[in-house]
């Protein structure tokens, strides 16, 4: 031990160790703000004012429930405040529009751990662990207690490497789960990787950890949104999401940044983006979404799984999605499924088309201890074989019944696929925005007809562009078609198309590597 480390922890074995910290409540503001907003609703208002003023939602959502035909005018240094895993919220919404005039979202409490790497710990069981010395003015990573031990992930919460003068972080030093972290003494945590990892970052390497929880912008089974100028600092998990609805919203000169003046690393815990299962997909122009925590945008749908032929024309389906928001039940792709609806059955693994069947008829299933039982011996043969990574938590279960016969081949195959068209998130628009310095990819391509056009990209930990569908965590289409990417620059980048997809199509993009440039017309 170096004399510099034991004076550290001489001098911090004296200090009281410092609990999370604890939310305040609402403040009289927040919870007026959220009787007015709702009243306006009820009386089908078509304008409501938010004055300026800070609001301190803490441990209340923001919530804006079957607003139809309303513009909601944001005023002038304006902020909303949550705790960890609390955030807007949009539910059955049609033709909203929210103009923001900066508005500035933010957390009570900072979302994440945050400190400096003492030491590097090699293990002879295969894991590795990290001393660190957590500043107090974040959370304390503490996997016994809340947040930290429901981390809101299947993987749990993530490690990230900085180098802190640049206040980037460290290329090539993946974002790595943990398995635990236990305090040493004083401000001192030990925080171990569930794995062994080649990583050797500098001592002296600031750190970040942070959980995943609830939403921060949310909308929900809505359609026809603009959102306008709204700026977000923090956030539990993905910053703006929609899922469900038929979409086609606009973002429009919306961020996610690291509040200006503050020590913080990070903006978000999560995606900048996340689309999961809309009709159309958004268009998002002129954003800025920067050091978030996972990918910095996500396009895609849901992906069910059969988990038994109950006869020649009907299927036993599941769908995961339930589980995958820890705080909010959402709801499921399946509740959307009708008479007349086409269904896409598709092999895992290769994706092959097996079948496009008409539904004639969907019950629900879901309460059913036999269906049950089925989805979870298909589940678990899955999970033997690593094909899936999300928790059976609260299946939603369908028994479908289709217009006619299904093919051999939907009968015969061990597992297979589904997923609806019309909540494929199909026609999304990313043009005239910056993404930059994610702890995962630099985005994610998962719908069919989604156009990217003139943007920046500069830096992620995975420095990578996919187009592709993600069957082990069932999110994307399955046979991603139609995809026009051009006119983007991508500083130390690439894009990388899933084999299978058609009609991907990339037209004069900029490749800037270490400093050399080059125009492709290729993916």
Same mark, same amino acid.
């Given at each position: 031990?170096s004399l510099?480390?034991a004076a550290?922890?001489f001098? #911090?074995?004296i200090?009281p160790?410092?609990?999370q910290?604890?939310?305040t409540?609402?403040?009289e503001?927040?919870l007026l703000?959220q009787?007015?907003?709702?009243?306006?609703?009820?009386?089908?208002?078509?304008f409501f004012?938010?004055p300026?003023?800070?609001?301190?939602?803490?441990?209340?959502?923001l919530?804006?429930?079957?607003?139809?035909?309303l513009?909601?005018?944001?005023?002038p240094?304006?902020?909303?405040?949550f705790?960890?895993?609390?955030?807007?919220q949009?539910?059955n919404?049609?033709n909203?529009?929210?103009?923001?005039?900066?508005?500035?979202l933010?957390?009570?409490h900072v979302?994440?751990?945050q400190?400096?790497l003492l030491k590097?710990?090699m293990?002879?069981?295969?894991?590795?662990?990290?001393?660190?010395?957590v500043?107090?003015?974040?959370?304390?990573p503490?996997?016994?207690k809340d947040?930290f031990?429901?981390?809101?992930?299947?993987?749990g919460a993530?490690?990230?490497?900085?180098?802190?003068?640049?206040?980037?972080?460290?290329?090539h030093?993946?974002?790595?789960?943990?398995a635990?972290?236990?305090?040493?003494?004083?401000?001192?945590?030990?925080?171990?990787?569930?794995?062994?990892?080649?990583?050797?970052?500098?001592?002296g390497?600031?750190?970040?950890?942070?959980p995943?929880?609830?939403?921060?912008?949310?909308? +929900?089974?809505?359609?026809?949104m603009?959102?306008?100028?709204?700026?977000m600092?923090?956030?539990?998990?993905e910053?703006?999401?929609?899922?469900?609805?038929?979409?086609?919203n606009t973002?429009?000169?919306v961020?996610?940044k690291?509040?200006?003046?503050?020590?913080?690393l990070?903006?978000?815990?999560?995606?900048g983006?996340?689309?999961d299962?809309v009709g159309k997909?958004?268009?998002?122009?002129h954003a800025?979404v920067?050091?978030?925590?996972d990918?910095?945008?996500? &396009?895609?749908?849901?992906?069910?799984?059969?988990?038994s032929?109950?006869?020649?024309?009907?299927?036993?389906?599941?769908?995961?999605g339930q589980?995958?928001?820890?705080w909010?039940?959402?709801?499921s792709?399946?509740h959307?499924?009708r008479?007349?609806?086409t269904l896409?059955?598709s092999?895992f693994?290769?994706?092959?088309?097996?079948a496009?069947?008409?539904?004639?008829?969907?019950?629900?299933?879901?309460s =059913?201890?036999?269906a049950?039982?089925s /989805?979870?011996?298909?589940y678990n043969?899955?999970?033997?074989?690593?094909? +899936?990574?999300?928790?059976f938590i609260?299946?939603v279960?369908?028994?479908?019944?289709?217009a006619s016969p299904?093919?051999p081949?939907?009968?015969t195959?061990?597992?297979?696929l589904?997923t #609806?068209?019309?909540?494929?998130?199909h026609g999304?628009?990313?043009?005239d925005?910056?993404?930059?310095?994610?702890?995962q990819?630099?985005?994610i391509?998962g719908?069919?007809?989604?156009?990217?056009?003139?943007?920046i990209f500069n830096r992620s930990l995975n420095? +990578?562009?996919?187009?592709?569908?993600?069957?082990?965590?069932?999110e994307?289409?399955?046979?991603?078609? =139609?995809?026009s990417?051009k006119?983007?620059?991508?500083?130390?980048?690439?894009?990388?198309?899933?084999?299978g997809?058609?009609? +991907?199509?990339?037209y004069?993009?900029?490749? &800037?590597v270490n400093?050399?440039?080059?125009?492709?017309?290729? /993916?």
């Amino acid at each position: 031990m170096s004399l510099h480390f034991a004076a550290i922890c001489f001098i #911090l074995i004296i200090c009281p160790v410092e609990a999370q910290k604890k939310p305040t409540g609402p403040s009289e503001e927040a919870l007026l703000l959220q009787k007015n907003i709702s009243a306006a609703i009820a009386s089908n208002a078509t304008f409501f004012t938010v004055p300026s003023g800070v609001y301190t939602f803490s441990t209340l959502p923001l919530k804006i429930t079957n607003a139809k035909d309303l513009t909601i005018l944001i005023e002038p240094r304006t902020e909303l405040i949550f705790y960890l895993g609390f955030g807007v919220q949009f539910t059955n919404c049609n033709n909203v529009s929210v103009v923001g005039n900066g508005v500035v979202l933010d957390s009570e409490h900072v979302n994440y751990a945050q400190g400096t790497l003492l030491k590097t710990e090699m293990h002879a069981n295969m894991f590795t662990s990290y001393l660190i010395d957590v500043d107090p003015d974040f959370l304390v990573p503490d996997t016994s207690k809340d947040p930290f031990s429901r981390p809101g992930a299947p993987q749990g919460a993530h490690m990230v490497f900085w180098d802190g003068d640049i206040r980037c972080m460290i290329p090539h030093m993946s974002s790595s789960p943990i398995a635990n972290g236990t305090l040493v003494n004083g401000t001192i945590w030990r925080v171990a990787l569930n794995v062994h990892t080649k990583q050797n970052p500098p001592i002296g390497s600031l750190v970040t950890i942070f959980p995943r929880r609830g939403f921060t912008w949310s909308s +929900v089974n809505c359609s026809s949104m603009t959102y306008t100028n709204i700026s977000m600092y923090a956030g539990g998990n993905e910053g703006f999401t929609e899922c469900f609805g038929e979409g086609g919203n606009t973002y429009n000169s919306v961020s996610i940044k690291r509040r200006p003046n503050t020590s913080r690393l990070m903006s978000i815990n999560a995606d900048g983006f996340n689309v999961d299962s809309v009709g159309k997909g958004p268009t998002i122009i002129h954003a800025h979404v920067e050091h978030n925590g996972d990918d910095l945008f996500s &396009v895609h749908n849901r992906i069910q799984i059969v988990c038994s032929v109950v006869a020649n024309s009907t299927l036993l389906i599941m769908d995961l999605g339930q589980g995958h928001y820890e705080w909010e039940r959402w709801g499921s792709v399946l509740h959307a499924v009708r008479e007349g609806d086409t269904l896409k059955i598709s092999h895992f693994g290769s994706a092959q088309l097996l079948a496009m069947a008409i539904v004639s008829m969907a019950r629900n299933m879901t309460s =059913n201890a036999s269906a049950i039982q089925s /989805c979870l011996n298909t589940y678990n043969a899955m999970l033997s074989q690593a094909r +899936v990574v999300e928790p059976f938590i609260n299946p939603v279960i369908y028994e479908i019944n289709f217009a006619s016969p299904l093919p051999p081949s939907v009968l015969t195959s061990n597992f297979s696929l589904v997923t #609806l068209p019309r909540r494929s998130s199909h026609g999304a628009v990313i043009r005239d925005s910056v993404f930059h310095d994610g702890a995962q990819r630099m985005g994610i391509i998962g719908g069919t007809g989604l156009v990217l056009e003139n943007n920046i990209f500069n830096r992620s930990l995975n420095s +990578v562009l996919h187009v592709e569908n993600e069957q082990w965590a069932l999110e994307g289409d399955v046979g991603i078609t =139609n995809v026009s990417i051009k006119d983007n620059v991508f500083f130390e980048g690439t894009i990388d198309v899933m084999s299978g997809s058609a009609n +991907v199509v990339c037209y004069n993009n900029t490749f &800037v590597v270490n400093g050399h440039q080059a125009v492709k017309n290729t /993916c």
